[in-house]
C-alpha cells in the first residue's frame, strides 16, 4: 500500500535535513578516514555546512517575516513558535562553532588549539540545553536536538580528558556515559514496540494508525541496534582490538541507523511552521507553491497481482482532478472514496 497523502501530511522537513547531512558526512567520513579519498576536511564537513545553512537562512528568513506580520498576530501558540525557533536556531549555532574549531584543528594540525577550546562551544551548548529543556516542558513542547546535548554533558567532559590524554583510560570506559543512554533508548523503544503490538491487536487505534505506528517501531528498533552495533565496532577500532574492520565497514551501521532516521521523518509530524516563514504545515505550504503535486500527493493506491493487474482501490480529494491539467493514467477503478 502507498499512501502518498499520509507521507505528506506526516513529512518532518527539519529531521529530513538534518539526518541526510548526517548520512552523507559519516559517508565522506569514512572514505577519509580510510584515506580512500584525499580533500580538505572543509570538504568532508560540507554535508554539514548546508545544514547549516538552512538553519541560518530559515532563522532569518522567519524572523522577517515574523516581524512584518506581528499586528496581524495575537495568538499564543504562534509567539512560542517563533521562541521555539530562536532557541533551536541559537543552539545549532553553537554546535556550528565547534564543527568550525573541529574543522580547523583538524585541518592545519593547530597544538595552540586544545581541545578545552574545542569542545567550548558543546559545554556552552549543553549548558543551554538544559535552560531549553525547561522551557519546552513548561511549555508541553516535544525536544529532540535539545534533550540530546543536555543529557551528554558528562560525555563531553570525559572526551575532553580523553583527547587531551590527562585520562589514558580505554574508550569503553570513556564512552559509558553513551552506553547508558543507549541502554535508556532500548528500554524505550522496547516499551514502545510492546505499546503497538497491544494497540494492533486491539480496536483502541484507527486503522489509518495502524500502518505508521508499525512503521515508526520497525524504525525505531532498527536505528537503536544499528546505533548499538556502531558504536561497540568503532570502540573496537580506537582500542586497536585485533581484526577490527575498516572505517567503511565500521560506518555500516551508522549508515543503516540514518537511513531509517531519513525514512521514519516522514512518518514523524512536526516542525516548527516559523522556519523560512512559511507559517504553516510543509505539506500545505509546498502543495499550495505547487498545485499540480496535488494529484500525486492527494491519491492511495494498492496494487494488486491478477491476471489484468488491476490497481483494486483509489482514494482522492475531491480537488485533486479539478487543479490537474494533467490526464491521469488509465486505471481501472473498482473503489472510489472521498475522504472527510
Known amino acids: 500500500m502507498i499512501d502518498c497523502k499520509l507521507c505528506f501530511q506526516e513529512f518532518h522537513p527539519g529531521r529530513f535535513v538534518v539526518f541526510s547531512a548526517l548520512l552523507l558526512f559519516g559517508v565522506m567520513l569514512s572514505f577519509r578516514l580510510d584515506n580512500l579519498i584525499e580533500c580538505s576536511w572543509w570538504i568532508i ?16 528568513v522567519g524572523v522577517h517575516s515574523y516581524y512584518r506580520k506581528q499586528a496581524e498576530m495575537n495568538e499564543l501558540g504562534s509567539t512560542n513558535d517563533f521562541q521555539a525557533m530562536l532557541l533551536s536556531a541559537a543552539l545549532q549555532i553553537l554546535l556550528l562553532g565547534f564543527e568550525l574549531c573541529l574543522c580547523y584543528k583538524l585541518s592545519f594540525d593547530a597544538t595552540q588549539m586544545t581541545w578545552y577550546i574545542v569542545f567550548l562551544p558543546l559545554f556552552l551548548l ?25 543529557v551528554n554533558m558528562l560525555q563531553f567532559v ?19 556515559p553513551l552506553w547508558v543512554l543507549l541502554g535508556i533508548c532500548s528500554v524505550g523503544v522496547v516499551y514502545y514496540i510492546a505499546l503497538t503490538a497491544v494497540l494492533l ?5 484507527l486503522p489509518s494508525l495502524r500502518a505508521p505506528r508499525t ?29 577490527s574492520s575498516s572505517y567503511v565497514v565500521l560506518f555500516l ?61 483509489v482514494s482522492t480529494l475531491s480537488n485533486a482532478r479539478s487543479d490537474s491539467k494533467h490526464s491521469l493514467p488509465n486505471i481501472t477503478f473498482s473503489n472510489l472514496e472521498l475522504p472527510d
Open 215 to 243: 512503521a515508526a517501531s520497525l524504525l525505531f528498533s532498527l536505528t537503536n541496534f544499528s546505533t548499538i552495533l556502531f558504536l561497540g565496532l568503532l570502540i573496537g577500532k580506537l582500542d586497536n582490538y585485533p581484526n
Open 158 to 176: 570525559m572526551l575532553v580528558l580523553r583527547l587531551e590524554r590527562l585520562v589514558l583510560w580505554s574508550w569503553q570506559i570513556i564512552l559509558i
Open 253 to 313: 551501521p551508522y549508515h543503516i541507523s540514518m537511513g531509517s532516521m531519513i525514512i521514519s521523518s516522514f512518518y514523524q509530524r512536526g516542525g516548527n511552521p516559523w522556519w523560512f516563514g512559511i507559517r504553516e504545515e510543509f505539506c500545505v505550504f509546498l502543495l499550495k507553491k505547487c498545485p499540480k503535486m496535488r494529484v500525486y500527493g492527494n491519491i492511495s493506491y494498492a496494487c494488486v497481482e491478477d491476471e489484468e493487474m488491476r490497481v483494486t482501490s
Open 201 to 205: 491487536c486491539t480496536n483502541d487505534i
Open 45 to 60: 564537513f560540507a554535508p554539514l555546512w548546508i545544514w547549516k545553512v538552512f538553519v541560518i537562512g530559515g532563522v532569518f
Open 126 to 150: 549543553s549548558v543551554l540545553s538544559v535552560i531549553v529543556c525547561g522551557w519546552g516542558w513548561r511549555k508541553e513542547r516535544t525536544l529532540d536536538l535539545e534533550l540530546l546535548f543536555a
